[in-house]
């Protein structure tokens, strides 16, 4: 866990500036900026009255709507990219990222970083050739409950980590040639980028996926066997309750596994026997068990939040991750460490997965 420091206590800053003053940026990128060493330099939009209004709420100095002409009047250090898609459903983030690296920024942008891999493969090579950093906003990847998890599965007691099983709402275009069309596509892409985010994350590399769709409701279920051995299935449930929690993830180890429930909730059930130690003598106990309660050495961890504290860790911002997920880029570029959360080589792998489902239904397709 990491102590959280405010902007106002840090000394050495980042000069920033914003592309993109939407519903995300207001909600929940701006207000981390308050737990970030960074300075709010200048802010654009292409709608120059959210841009002049976001300016007067959050402290930007200066205010664009046209980010061309900012990156060239000001000194800035890194930019945070939060636009969205254009008007013909593509990710304007590849766009916009290499010309501000080609201007001397790093830079931050959220997903879905591209709408092929292709374009991340060209983000990678500008930001060799310019030798600036780039990191994409995969905020699953910072949320406490996932990097706990990442903790208790590459832990000697956990063993191997073996299977894995996550959900998901989401459907897809049931015709392959839907599948082809940007614009069909946005809402799958927009999306997908969630649970394989967290899948690349905790298991590593893909090696092949094969998937099929229910017909009525355009839910699927995708068989993933990742490289390292490992096997999992992603189950986009896209006619799941809207009331319902979206996620529910479990990774198995080798005699223990561990659960996180709608994002928050972490159950860790460690290797170990039901059977308490004074019955272990007679049998193994079957049979003869009055409790179901074993001896503490071997019982389930369990964190959930509270919420009776002003505490950090109970703003969405933390328990989402986003306010990890930009201290952690801050720091990256103070640092000149690289970026391995959350890096272009995970957002290629992503990609590469996402294209996969260009494919029929019903056939092992092995990933780049
Ligand atoms: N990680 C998350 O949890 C999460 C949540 C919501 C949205 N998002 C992502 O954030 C992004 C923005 O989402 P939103 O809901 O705020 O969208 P939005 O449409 O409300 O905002 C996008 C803003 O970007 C501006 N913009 C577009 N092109 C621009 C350009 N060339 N120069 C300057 N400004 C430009 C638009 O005018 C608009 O104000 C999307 O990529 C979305 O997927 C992520």
Avoid at 285 to 311: C, H, K, N, T
């Amino acid at each position: 866990m990491k102590y959280i420091k405010y902007n106002i206590e840090y000394e050495n800053k980042l000069n920033v500036a914003v592309i993109g003053c939407g519903g995300h940026t207001y909600r929940n990128i701006l207000p981390c900026f308050a737990y970030a060493p960074v300075n709010l330099v200048a802010v654009c939009d292409l709608d120059i009255n959210k841009a002049l209004k976001v300016a007067k709420v959050f402290g930007f100095e200066k205010v664009y709507d046209d980010y061309h002409k900012m990156l060239s009047d000001v000194k800035i250090d890194a930019v945070f990219v939060i636009t969205g898609y254009d008007k013909d459903s593509k990710s304007l983030y590849p766009k916009i990222a290499i010309e501000c690296m080609r201007k001397g920024c790093h830079v931050w942008i959220e997903k879905p970083p591209a709408s092929s891999s292709a374009e991340i493969r060209e983000m990678i090579q500008t930001s060799h050739e310019t030798n600036k950093k780039i990191m994409v906003g995969f905020k699953k990847m910072f949320f406490p409950s996932i990097q706990k998890l990442k903790q208790i599965i590459s832990s000697q007691e956990f063993g191997e980590t073996t299977s894995v099983y996550i959900r998901y709402p989401q459907n897809i275009p049931l015709n392959v040639n839907d599948r082809q069309d940007n614009k069909k596509m946005l809402w799958f892409l927009d999306h997908i980028v969630h649970p394989l985010s967290i899948l690349v994350y905790l298991m590593g590399e893909i090696k092949s996926i094969y998937f099929n769709i229910n017909e009525k409701v355009g839910s699927s279920i995708t068989n993933i066997t990742f490289k390292s051995g490992a096997i999992g299935t992603l189950h986009l449930a896209a006619s799941a309750s809207q009331t319902s929690p979206l996620e529910h993830l479990e990774v198995i180890g080798e005699g223990a596994n561990v659960i996180v429930e709608n994002g928050v909730k972490l159950r860790y059930y460690k290797k170990g026997d039901r059977v308490v130690k004074e019955l272990k003598h007679l049998n193994g106990g079957y049979g003869r068990m009055s409790s179901y309660i074993g001896d503490d050495e071997v019982a389930p961890i369990f964190w959930e939040p509270e919420f009776s504290l002003g505490q950090l860790y109970n703003k969405n911002i933390f328990m989402l991750g986003y306010a990890q997920e930009i201290l952690y880029f801050c720091e990256s570029v103070l640092n000149n460490e690289p970026i391995m959360i959350g890096s272009l080589e995970q957002a290629l792998h992503i990609l590469n997965v996402y294209e996969a489902y260009k494919y029929e239904q019903g056939v092992l397709v092995t990933i780049k």
